[in-house]
């Protein structure tokens, strides 16, 4: 495990519970607009739609359950991409921002039969250099004792993002716009460990037609 120089992943941190699964939480209801309004679930990926392969990546980095948050094109998602095993939610309002799918994924998990989950890990489906190695690695973390954490590439905070179970109501009270949990995490960054990930993954997302590269 590669944590941060000076960071211990024996983190103690008394708001959190340490115990039972981790789910993961992949935010996948973005529209596209600087693609021309091609929503980024049904990006081909080696022959298949994104959000396939990034809840591939959750499931075979440790997550379980794995909550879908869909958006734009919801319907065509759920008929074109094989979300079995999923559980998943729909955000009326993922045109306002990334915030108000956080809140809607962390809220579902709260609710469901999630009840057991300890910790969510969440994903952004626009990732694809991300896989499960880095997921692998922050559910590690989680396990050695740390409540909150994130990926990290040559020492720069990046996805996925991984949020002790206590700390979700925080997070989606500061979740706003298309800031996701960046003002919480800003706001607790003492507390929060960061995990080396630039040797087995890259943050790069897809936003714009020349970003289209990546998932070739």
Same mark, same amino acid.
């Given at each position: 495990?590669? $944590?941060?120089?000076?960071?211990?992943?024996?983190?103690?941190?008394?708001?959190?519970? /340490?115990?039972?699964?981790?789910?993961?939480?992949?935010?996948?209801?973005?529209?596209?607009?600087?693609?021309?309004?091609?929503?980024?679930?049904?990006?081909?990926?080696?022959?298949?739609? /994104?959000? @396939?392969?990034?809840?591939?990546?959750?499931?075979?980095?440790?997550? =379980? %359950?794995?909550?879908?948050? /869909?958006?734009?094109?919801?319907? @065509?998602?759920?008929?074109?991409?094989?979300?079995?095993?999923?559980?998943?939610?729909?955000?009326?309002?993922? #045109?306002?921002?990334?915030?108000?799918?956080?809140?809607?994924?962390?809220?579902? /998990? *709260? &609710?469901?039969?999630?009840? =057991?989950? *300890?910790?969510?890990?969440?994903?952004? +489906?626009?990732?694809?250099? +991300?896989?499960?190695? &880095?997921? &692998?690695?922050?559910?590690?973390?989680?396990? =050695?004792?740390?409540?909150?954490?994130?990926?990290? $590439?040559?020492? @720069?905070?990046?996805?996925? +993002?991984?949020?002790?179970?206590?700390?979700? %109501? @925080?997070?989606?009270?500061?979740?706003?716009? =298309?800031?996701?949990?960046?003002?919480?995490?800003?706001?607790?960054?003492?507390?929060?460990?960061?995990?080396?990930?630039? #040797?087995?993954?890259? %943050?790069? #997302?897809? #936003?714009?037609?020349?970003?289209?590269?990546?998932?070739?």
């Amino acid at each position: 495990m590669r $944590y941060a120089i000076g960071m211990s992943p024996h983190t103690s941190d008394s708001l959190a519970s /340490l115990s039972g699964p981790v789910a993961g939480l992949l935010l996948a209801a973005g529209g596209g607009r600087r693609l021309g309004g091609r929503p980024k679930a049904l990006l081909t990926h080696r022959g298949r739609p /994104l959000v @396939e392969r990034a809840v591939a990546a959750l499931r075979a980095g440790g997550c =379980d %359950p794995v909550q879908v948050v /869909l958006g734009a094109a919801a319907e @065509e998602v759920r008929h074109r991409a094989d979300l079995s095993g999923c559980r998943v939610t729909e955000n009326p309002e993922w #045109d306002t921002g990334m915030g108000s799918s956080l809140r809607a994924g962390l809220t579902a /998990l *709260a &609710a469901t039969g999630a009840a =057991d989950a *300890a910790a969510a890990l969440v994903m952004l +489906v626009d990732q694809p250099r +991300v896989g499960a190695e &880095a997921v &692998a690695r922050l559910v590690a973390a989680h396990r =050695d004792g740390t409540a909150l954490a994130a990926a990290a $590439y040559h020492g @720069e905070r990046g996805h996925p +993002v991984l949020i002790g179970r206590a700390l979700w %109501p @925080e997070v989606m009270a500061s979740a706003t716009g =298309d800031r996701g949990a960046r003002d919480f995490l800003r706001a607790h960054r003492e507390r929060l460990t960061p995990v080396e990930c630039s #040797d087995v993954a890259a %943050p790069d #997302d897809v #936003d714009t037609p020349p970003d289209l590269r990546l998932l070739e």
